[in-house]
């Protein structure tokens, strides 16, 4: 039950004013109160909208004060000035005014036909019974049908003067203008007027008095949606709701119409105490001005002038037409069929340009003249066109003709399009081609054929002659000849004005570009694609070399004779089966002339047959030469005389190996032999060198015994004589060794004797040595022949006591001829020549071998007494090594010699010819223990300067190495790892040179150094890391898009660029490290620079998260890879190997010639084509939205594919791995 605010007025209440308000009812009363009570309490306070029952549905509640039909109360509400009105009144009042007045008097008479309509109306007007409340309507509404609709007719059959179009901006002024006049006008509504107009809304229209909605509509929205999901019992529930709530808003919208329509009459506004409504968003509309009534009667006017198409010579033309050329065609279909099939190319060529020909002739002999004639026997039909003197102008009869042009040009058109018609059914009747199965059945071809064409044989295929190319020429030149032989047809003004010149006195007819001229000829070449299958696939290893190489494979392999056999067979027999197929093969477009074809596979065949026996004659010639051969050398290489024991030996064994094993071998290759033979008499003609082979072969097997005896005798007798030579050749050798033996006892009792003499001791010890060493040859050789014969090897034991005994007195003689020599040189000779180091280590290496010597030679006095002279001599030399070591000391100064003279007490300045006499002169050895410190500082300061003069001497020839940047000028550094090493190690050593306490003579010149090295070696790595930063963001920055994208990091790299080329192209002029890497200032701008790239790598890395973060597929992509994609924006084709990484089923796009993607491909080549083609020339220059777009049409395609039960049905277990 509703509550009444106790605020109301009667201003809330019903309509009737007079009427009071019900009072409450007592509290005796029952707690329910009636229905016709809450009723009227209802309505009191919300009258209502619509009568609650009525003869109609949706009848507003003001209709039951009035007596109206139906008609009377529809839309009565939008010219509330004729809402009174009713129609039978109306009728009565348009009764009189039917009157029927010719189009043209009513323009005349215009103001009088005006006027007598007028009159009767408003009398009529006045003898109907209205009411005086409704005057001021019925007022309104005789003014709006005294405006007789012929008045309008009249009026508007003149043409006023055309108002100039309004701007948009000025009919955008005019509607704001009216829309805040009608916001002036009309109040904004209270909270009340929104509270009750929402009640109204919702409870002032029963859904019963609605008509509901058609099921034409659902049928039209369920046509808009895929029919698997409104079949989906996953949707279903969704469906269900969204159907309701269609439903809902269809009610919702028409009752909010039915309210604002009632809300229309401010009567009804006045009881539903509903002062304002809401206004309706404005909805603003610009038009273009529509001037085109004059342009309508320019129209009507030139057609009247102009058209011609109604002119009674174009019937007289068609009927021509259709009486005796409509069955004319260019190509007659049943004439060729009806004719000799199959053509050979030029016939069939020769008869299309004959029919061709014909039709043109009728064309122009017969059909052009007869027009002709015609338009001469009804020149009164045109002849008014024509000028009629000759200063008017002919352009009528020119507009005529041409329209005639036209029509006749189409009636050429419709034999051309006819002609190509037929000339497709033609073609069309070998539609089915020849996709035959096998086996191919002569009797399925029954329909003649059109061509017939020969097949050849072009290794290594079958070629057709003509081509299949040739033979599609031939057809689509039979379409161009129909079109060819259709133009330069005169028109017929050319016969009836022979005087009349120009380039355009001919009919037009089909251009060869025309789409229906392409769509004959795609459907003809259609049916000639059907028809290329060829028969002879069963013999295309005889064309395409496989045959050839399995007989290849067979040669290469070894088979037995029986192999041979079988495979020629199977040749012959391949051969037969060739040689009895068809000459001729009917198939369904095409006959094949298969004669040429069939004898050359029959000859590769026999070729293949014929190279099988080929190889047999020529493996038995190359055997049986071999055999034959190996006969000879072995006859021969028994029978040489031996030169010696080991050839003696050698041919004996070989004797014998022939004899036992080599023969029986020859003998199984003579069975071999026999049954190849036996082979070759059945399958091969055997040239008159090869019989005669044959026979020598199998005569050598008793020729070689016999050659064989023989031999054995003579080497027999050889072997005898060989061991008695050897018998005195070792009696010779023992004698020889016994004189060495002697010569070697004189050398026991020499002692001590001049130089000279000892020269020649040492002579004759060396002519012993050589004498023993050709003895030990000897001796081997000896061995060697007793093994080869077979005897007991010799010793010779006096041979190895000669060589042991020979060595002490060698080393003794040889020592004491050195020492007496050398000891003169070391002691005389200038000191700068002599090397103190080496001669040390020569005295001890004597000292020890005289030392050995006297040990061993303790037995034999006078070598003894020798050796310990000698090596006494050289223990007095050794006392000297010292004071060689101070003066022979490279490093010595004259510091140094200073500080010695400051000891010695006298000047000591060396020269040329200073030697070590001169030293021991000064007294050296008094003071050996003040002078050898002075002696080892030098050396430690001459070892520095050597160490430091060898590290510069090292840098002076070493340069960088640089290579050329990719295709330009630049230069880069390479191969820096030598020079790299070299700093370090250098660095190393001259920081240690600087902490020796010997460093004082050179250590500003070392310090300076370790500067420089140190110098040197911190540019080359600001240098490397600079040029290892600038190879990775050059290509990076030299792309316009991203530059564009990043300004501040393209600005600074601009910067860091201009340093790095100045510095390369200053490197380069001078390449040597030590002046390259030490340019003015270089150290500074590759600082800065790094500096200016660490900033530049942040924001690019920056950057390059943004891009992921976009497409978050580019995380499964490397920085490098991700830059080379965003800066390839002009070709799309660069991103293709990327797409591996980020998609992993997509191999690569698929693009048509105009860059566009059509489809995706996966690593198996596997093809799925998009259902919405992408443009990459819309996404800006950037990848970016291409990528994005074909991860989304891939999604939309695996979408479009599967529907969700049918992916589900045999993929179960992704839908348990999903939960």
């Known amino acids: 039950m509703l509550e009444i605010p106790k605020s109301d007025s009667i201003h809330h209440m019903s309509r009737c004013q007079r009427r009071p308000e019900l009072p409450p009812l007592p509290a005796s009363a029952n707690e329910e109160p009636s229905e016709v009570y809450q009723t009227v309490m209802s309505h009191s306070f919300y009258p209502p909208l619509m009568q609650r029952t009525s003869w109609t549905l949706a009848a507003p509640f003001k209709e039951q004060h009035h007596h109206r039909g139906p008609s009377d109360c529809i839309a009565n509400n939008y010219s509330l000035t004729a809402q009174d009105l009713k129609l039978k009144d109306l009728l009565k009042v348009y009764q009189p005014v039917t009157i029927s007045v010719p189009r043209k ?73 009216k829309e805040m006049e009608i916001e002036r006008k009309e109040a904004k509504p209270s909270k009340s007027d929104l509270e009750r107009y929402d009640y109204y809304l919702t409870h002032g229209i029963r859904k019963d008095m609605i008509a509901p909605e058609e099921d034409e509509v659902m049928v039209r929205i369920s046509k808009l949606i895929p029919s698997t999901l409104l079949m989906s019992p996953f949707l279903e529930p969704l469906v269900n709701t969204l159907m309701e709530e269609k439903e809902s808003y269809y009610y919702n919208s028409l009752m909010k119409s039915i309210v604002d329509y009632i809300l229309m ?66 190509v007659r279909k049943a004439e060729l069929l009806a004719g000799k099939l199959p053509l050979q190319p030029q016939e069939y060529q020769d008869v299309i340009w004959k029919h061709c020909m014909e039709a043109r002739q009728v064309l122009l002999s017969k059909w052009i003249p007869t027009c002709a004639q015609l338009f001469v026997s009804q020149k009164e039909q045109w002849i008014h066109f024509a000028p009629r003197s000759d200063y008017d102008s002919s352009r009528n009869i020119e507009e005529f003709f041409a329209s005639i042009a036209s029509f006749m040009s189409l009636q050429l058109r419709e034999l051309v399009i006819k002609s190509l018609e037929d000339l497709v059914s033609f073609f069309m009747i070998h539609k089915d081609g020849n996709d035959f199965e096998e086996p191919y059945q002569e009797m399925e071809f029954f329909v003649p054929q059109l061509i017939m064409i020969k097949l050849e044989v072009s290794e290594p295929v079958i070629i057709f002659n003509p081509s299949f190319d040739d033979c599609w020429e031939l057809i689509h030149n039979s379409f161009l000849e129909i079109i060819e032989n259709s133009k330069r047809i005169p028109k017929v003004e050319s016969f009836l004005f022979p005087e009349l010149k120009g380039y355009n006195l001919v009919l037009g007819t089909v251009n060869p570009e025309e789409k229906l001229v392409s769509d004959y000829v795609d459907q003809a070449f259609q049916v000639y694609r059907k028809n290329q299958v060829g028969p002879h696939k069963k013999y295309d290893d005889l064309l395409d070399n496989t045959a050839e190489q399995s007989i290849t494979a067979f040669l290469k392999e070894n088979h037995e004779i029986d192999d041979f056999v079988m495979k020629i067979n199977s040749i012959k027999k391949r051969k037969n089966e060739i040689a009895s197929m068809h000459i001729s093969v009917p198939l369904a477009m095409f006959c094949l002339d298969t004669m040429a074809l069939n004898y050359d596979l029959c000859e590769r065949a026999q070729n293949l047959k014929d190279r099988l026996i080929q190889y047999q004659v020529d493996v038995n010639r190359d055997t049986n030469a071999s055999i034959c051969h190996q006969y000879s050398s072995i006859a021969e290489k028994v029978s040489e005389i031996p030169a010696n024991t080991e050839e003696l030996v050698s041919l004996i064994a070989f004797l014998r190996k022939s004899s036992d094993v080599t023969v029986f071998k020859l003998r199984r290759q003579l069975r071999d032999a026999a049954e190849r033979l036996e082979f070759l008499m059945d399958f091969a003609d055997l040239p008159h060198e090869d019989i005669k ?71 004759k010890l060396n002519e012993l040595s050589k004498n023993l060493d050709q003895a030990l040859v000897e001796f081997e050789l000896i061995n060697k022949e007793e093994e080869l014969l077979g005897k007991e090897k010799s010793t010779f034991p006096l041979l190895q006591t000669v060589m042991t005994n020979k060595v002490p007195y060698e080393q003794l003689w040889v020592t004491t001829y050195e020492f007496s020599i050398k000891s003169e040189e070391w002691m005389n000779g200038p000191l700068f020549v002599l090397n103190a180091e080496e001669i040390a280590e020569e005295i001890g290496n004597m000292w020890r071998t005289m030392y050995k010597l006297t040990k061993t030679l303790a037995d034999i006095p006078a070598p003894r007494r020798l050796a310990e002279n000698v090596r006494m001599k050289i223990d007095k030399f050794k006392q000297h090594i010292p004071i060689l070591n101070i003066s022979c000391n490279p490093g010595m100064k004259d510091r140094h010699w200073q500080q010695i003279s400051e000891i010695v007490g006298c000047e000591i300045k060396p020269t040329d010819t200073t030697c070590l006499a001169n030293m021991l002169e000064y007294g050296f050895s008094k003071f050996i223990d003040k002078l050898e410190p002075i002696g080892a500082t030098a050396s430690k300061e001459y070892s520095l300067e050597k160490n430091l003069e060898k590290m510069k001497s090292e840098w002076v020839n070493m340069t960088f190495s640089f290579s050329k940047y990719r295709d330009t000028d630049m230069s880069i550094l390479c191969a820096v790892d030598d020079i790299q090493l070299l700093l370090d190690d250098h660095v190393i050593k001259t920081q240690t040179m600087c902490g020796s306490p010997f460093i004082k003579p050179i250590e500003t010149e070392c310090r300076k150094w370790e500067e420089k090295l140190v110098r040197v070696q911190d540019t080359l790595d600001a240098w490397l890391k600079c040029q290892a930063t600038w190879l990775y963001l050059e290509p990076i920055f030299s792309s316009e898009d991203i530059t564009a994208q990043m300004p501040e990091e393209g600005r600074k790299f601009a910067i860091v660029d201009g340093y790095w080329k100045s510095l390369m192209s200053q490197a380069v002029k001078d390449p040597r490290v030590l002046m390259a890497a030490d340019q003015p200032r270089m150290a500074e701008k590759l600082q800065e620079a790094n500096t ?92 970016l939205p291409m990528l994005a777009l074909s991860s989304q049409r891939a999604e939309q395609r695996q979408r479009h594919c599967f529907g969700l039960r049918t992916w589900l049905s045999p993929w179960g277990g992704h839908g348990g791995s999903t939960a």
């Not at 309509?117 to 209205?130: C, H, Q, R, T, V």
């Not at 070689?704 to 008695?724: C, G, H, T, Y």
């Open 1092 to 1183: 200016l790239l660490e900033d530049i790598q942040r924001g690019l890395n920056d950057y390059l998260e943004k891009k992921r973060l976009f497409f978050p597929r580019f995380f499964f992509l490397s920085n490098d890879e991700l830059l080379e994609i965003l800066s390839e924006t002009k070709d799309p084709l660069r991103v293709q190997p990327h797409l591996k990484k980020c998609f992993e089923g997509i191999a690569r796009l698929e693009f048509t010639d105009d860059l566009e993607i059509v489809g995706m491909i996966s690593s198996e080549k596997e093809t799925v084509p998009f259902k919405q083609i992408i443009y990459p020339a819309q996404a800006k220059a950037s990848p």
């Open 693 to 763: 082979l044959n026979s020598t072969l199998f005569l050598w097997p008793d020729q070689i015994e016999d050659v064989f005896e023989n031999s054995r005798n003579l080497l027999m007798s050889k072997r005898d004589q060989a061991e008695v030579d050897l018998f005195k050749r070792c009696l010779e050798f023992e004698s020889k060794l016994e004189s060495y033996n002697k010569e070697l006892e004189g050398f026991r009792k020499r002692e001590v004797m001049s130089t000279e003499e000892m020269k020649n001791n040492v002579e």
């Open 105 to 177: 008097r009513v323009t005349q008479e215009f103001p009088s036909a005006t006027k007598s309509s007028a009159e009767p109306e408003k009398k009529k007007m006045k003898s109907l019974p209205i009411d005086k409340t409704d005057h001021t309507r019925t007022k309104s509404a005789h003014k709006t049908l005294t405006s007789s609709p012929r008045k309008k007719e009249v009026m508007t059959s003149e043409t006023p003067p055309g108002s100039r179009p309004a701007s948009p901006e000025e009919q955008i002024n005019v509607m704001l203008q």
């Open 265 to 330: 009459d401010p009567e009804e506004k006045k009881r539903l105490f509903i002062e304002s409504t809401p206004r309706l968003f404005p909805q603003r509309a610009i038009r273009a001005p529509v001037p085109w009534h004059g342009a309508y009667k320019s129209a009507k006017k030139w057609n009247e002038e102009h058209l011609h198409t109604v002119n009674p010579m174009v019937l007289i033309l068609e009927q021509l037409w259709f009486e005796e050329f409509r069955d004319l065609r260019f």
